[in-house]
Structure formats: C-alpha cells, structure tokens
C-alpha cells in the first residue's frame, strides 16, 4: 500500500519511535518535583524544548507544548485576542486558513467581535496589499498560515508579517504544514504546529508566542507551560515530537528536492493522461511532497474508493465524499473546480516506483467512474438558441455533467441554463466554464432551487 496522505498525518518517524520508547522509562515523573525522578523528567523536556525552538527559531521560553495543533490555534487566538482587547476586535483571517483558525474568528463573532476574510487568487495566494487594505485602527490580530493544507500554496508571510508589524498589529501563523521543511520567514508574532504532521505522535502541539506580545491566556490556568497550557505534560511524546522535527528537518533540504521533482512528474503528466483535469495550487510557491489536481465528471468518494483498492492512500477537498457535505472552503475560495478533487502528498522516502504506478492507475479509476457517471465524451455542435437543463435534484458532479451536455446542443453564443439545488453547482458550474473556455453569465433564483447562465463561446 503506497500512503500518499502525510498533509493529514505523517507516520511516525523511526527517530520519534525510538525516542518515545527510551523517554517512556526516564520521563513518567512531575518535572515540578524536586525529587531525582521529576529532575530527570524536567531535563528530558528543557532539552525538547529547546530543540523545538531551535528548529522554529525562537527563544526555549517563548515555546510551549499543547495537546494538538488545533489546540494550539485556539489558545493562540483566544489568547492573542484577549491581551489585545483594548485595541479592539477586529480580527483578519484569510479566506484559505485551517478549520481551526475559522473556528475562531466564528466564535469570536458569534460573541461580538468583528471578522475581515481575505480572499486569495486562483492559486490559492493572499496579496499582502490584501492584508494592508484590511488593517483596521482596531485590528487586534491578523492570522495567515505559512502553507495550505488542501493545495499546498506557500504564502508570502515574510511580507504579510512586515505589513503587520509596521501597523502594530501581530501576526499569528499556523505553520503546521510547513515546519517539517524549514523556518518560517519573517517578523511574525505567534506560531503554531502539529507534530503528527512532521513524524511525531499525535497529540502535540506547539505554540509560541514572542516575547513583547500582548497575551493573556483564556480559561483556567496553572503553572505549567507558562500559564498557557494547562495540565500534566506528556513528556515522552513531547520529546518524540522534538526528536523527530529535528530529524526530518537534517533530510528536509534533499528530501524536498526529490520530492519536489516526483511532484513536478504528477502535475505535468496527470493533465496528458486524464482529460479535463485542472491541477491547482501555485505551480511554483508551493510545498516539495504535495500536489493536488480536480478531474471533471467524477464522484470524489469513488475515486477515493477506487485508488484505494488499487493500493493508493490518498484524499481529497471535493463535496462529493461522505465525510463533507459542502464544497472545500478552500477550493471555493480559489474558484476552481471541487469535484474529484485528489490530493498527493507524498512521505519522506516515497518509492519513485510507487508514483510512477499511480500515474499508471489514475487514467483507469476516472474513466471508469466517468463511464458510470455517464459523462460526455465530445463537445457537439448543436444549433439550438438556448437550452434549459433540469438537474434538480441531482448532487455533484452530476449537474455538471448535465451542463457539458446542453452546451453541445446550442450553437456558439446560445445559452444553457442548469437548474440546479446542490450548493455544489454554486462553484463547479463557474469553475467549470473557466477550464473549458466558456462563458458564466450568471445566476437567479428559481422557482425550485437556482439557474446558473452558461453562453456557449467556442
């Protein structure tokens, strides 16, 4: 079985495995006690501390360990929030962030405080002119990842950060999906991790925050982790976390570049093997191990379905899966295609063979799908003024289908109007005229459901 998914969760790392093993025997004990045992255990978490945040790039006492990424997020911005409250609520997010991060700003506007969106480009990238036009006198805190999670898009942090900082105002980034491969550029504020995401155990997190910044931690506290993550440390796991960072990071530099080159084999090959499929994500400023691409007329779930039983683990921002019933915030937001949407995120020491063997499956699993979906095959030349397509009902990518259908049967200028009640087709139809050459005239209600406006341009 090749495990193509490590942007979910890496497997443990050799050098976190024997870590947590030797840690298991010396790391039980209180590192408050005084006692041998609780001196033993407070050594093996200073030194973990401290090679954490030499592999971040910050001071040991800035850095604090946490049950989770996510949990990492919510106290970062809770926290950041609250020790900024007399400046004001106004929080700025990017339209692509973690779930985590959205969370946050939905509560945090659920309980009264303001929420600004920053939208990116078709390649999943933020503006920092984006950033600077959504500063407000009372911006309390900004948030950007460092990385994409679905596409795999690096944004320009460096830059959002010097914005920031010239209007006083912190920048938080969840550097989850970047850490394994390098420091996070830039004069950021507060930062975030996920250990399994780099080959450490779940249920790690990081967290730090630096020095200078307004920070009152929310909820009850005590005194560990500085106040800022309550509750007994898990030390073994947290030594494994701090091992295995530093040992992915000694292989990052090679290790990227050949990941990077089987990456690059997967975005230039797919769109000659598999016919209307559109790779997203940044082409260039992107992560070395991921690549993620959208095939036109198939279901997700089965697509899924299909690589699995042939020996591939991979996963996917479509709708069409049974653990989402609504397009991927992210693919939406770059207004591109969410339907069989297939990530690639490959391991470290990913097999060339492996790749080279998905590549070979792929072109079977969506024309297979294709087939049973019923999906055209040729464009047509019909002369019709304008048909209307009724697809109510329908879930995607069906509705989808039905519009490539239509479009052959009315001349070139000639309209299609898709009836449609899947929230799915809100995105697809539009993303869908922009990767075949047409024409998305809009949208209206209607008496069932919505009409989406296709004019036929080629």
């Known amino acids: 079985m090749a495990y193509f998914d490590v942007a979910s969760s890496a497997p443990l790392h050799p050098v976190a495995r024997q870590a947590l093993h030797a840690s298991l025997d010396e790391g039980w004990a209180d590192p408050a006690r005084l006692y041998r045992e609780g001196r033993r255990a407070r050594l093996l978490l200073d030194a973990a501390r401290e090679a954490a945040a030499e592999a971040v790039g910050c001071r040991p006492d800035e850095l604090v360990f946490t049950s989770s990424g996510t949990r990492s997020v919510h106290a970062g911005i809770a926290g950041a929030?609250?020790?900024?409250?007399?400046?004001?609520?106004?929080?700025?997010?990017?339209?692509?962030?973690?779930?985590?991060?959205?969370?946050?700003?939905?509560?945090?506007?659920?309980?009264?405080?303001?929420?600004?969106?920053?939208?990116?480009?078709?390649?999943?990238?933020?503006?920092?002119?984006?950033?600077?036009?959504?500063?407000?006198?009372?911006?309390?805190?900004?948030?950007?990842?460092?990385?994409?999670?679905?596409?795999?898009?690096?944004?320009?942090?460096?830059?959002?950060?010097?914005?920031?900082?010239?209007?006083?105002?912190?920048?938080?980034?969840?550097?989850?999906?970047?850490?394994?491969?390098?420091?996070?550029?830039?004069?950021?504020?507060?930062?975030?991790?996920?250990?399994?995401?780099?080959?450490?155990?779940?249920?790690?997190?990081?967290?730090?925050?630096r020095k200078g910044v307004r920070f009152a931690a929310r909820g009850p506290v005590d005194e560990r982790e500085s106040g800022r993550a309550a509750g007994f440390?898990?030390?073994?796991?947290?030594?494994?976390?701090?091992?295995?960072?530093?040992?992915?990071?000694?292989?990052?530099?090679?290790?990227?570049?050949?990941?990077?080159?089987?990456?690059?084999?997967?975005?230039?090959?797919?769109?000659?093997?598999?016919?209307?499929?559109?790779?997203?994500?940044?082409?260039?400023?992107?992560?070395?191990?991921?690549?993620?691409?959208?095939?036109?007329?198939?279901?997700?779930?089965?697509?899924?379905?299909?690589?699995?039983?042939?020996?591939?683990?991979?996963?996917?921002?479509?709708?069409?899966?049974?653990?989402?019933?609504?397009?991927?915030?992210?693919?939406?937001?770059?207004?591109?295609?969410?339907?069989?949407?297939?990530r690639v995120s490959l391991p470290f020491g990913a097999e060339e063979a492996d790749v080279e063997r998905f590549l070979d499956v792929l072109p079977g699993v969506v024309r297979g799908v294709r087939e049973t979906l019923g999906a055209p095959v040729g464009g047509g030349s019909g002369e019709a003024e304008a048909v209307t397509v009724d697809a109510l009902g329908m879930n995607c990518p069906l509705p989808v289908i039905e519009l490539a259908k239509g479009i052959g049967g009315v001349r070139v200028g000639g309209t299609v109007t898709v009836l449609a009640d899947d929230e799915v087709a809100a995105v697809d139809i539009p993303a869908w005229c922009w990767t075949q050459g047409q024409e998305y005239v809009g949208e209206r209600p209607a008496d069932h459901g919505v009409a989406y406006v296709v004019r036929r341009s080629s």
């Not at 007399?86 to 659920?110: D, Q, W, Y």
């Not at 042939?310 to 937001?333: K, M």
Request: hydrophobic share 45%; net charge negative.
């Open 81 to 209: 929030l609250a020790g900024r409250r007399r400046v004001g609520r106004h929080l700025i997010v990017s339209a692509v962030e973690h779930s985590s991060v959205l969370h946050s700003a939905e509560a945090h506007e659920a309980d009264g405080g303001a929420v600004t969106e920053v939208a990116v480009d078709r390649g999943g990238a933020v503006s920092p002119d984006a950033y600077a036009a959504a500063l407000r006198e009372d911006t309390a805190l900004a948030c950007l990842q460092s990385a994409n999670h679905e596409v795999g898009t690096e944004q320009p942090v460096a830059e959002v950060a010097a914005v920031c900082r010239a209007a006083g105002v912190p920048l938080l980034v969840d550097a989850a999906q970047s850490l394994a491969w390098g420091r996070v550029d830039g004069d950021w504020s507060l930062l975030t991790g996920s250990a399994h995401k780099w080959g450490g155990p779940a249920g790690v997190g990081l967290l730090v925050v």
């Open 233 to 342: 440390e898990n030390i073994p796991a947290i030594v494994a976390a701090a091992a295995s960072l530093r040992a992915v990071r000694a292989e990052a530099v090679a290790e990227g570049a050949r990941l990077r080159e089987l990456t690059e084999r997967i975005r230039a090959r797919v769109p000659g093997l598999v016919p209307d499929v559109e790779v997203v994500g940044d082409p260039v400023r992107r992560l070395p191990h991921l690549v993620t691409f959208s095939c036109l007329y198939v279901d997700g779930e089965t697509v899924l379905h299909e690589l699995d039983r042939a020996g591939f683990s991979v996963s996917s921002g479509s709708s069409c899966t049974s653990s989402t019933l609504t397009p991927s915030h992210v693919l939406r937001a770059m207004g591109v295609v969410s339907e069989g949407n297939v």
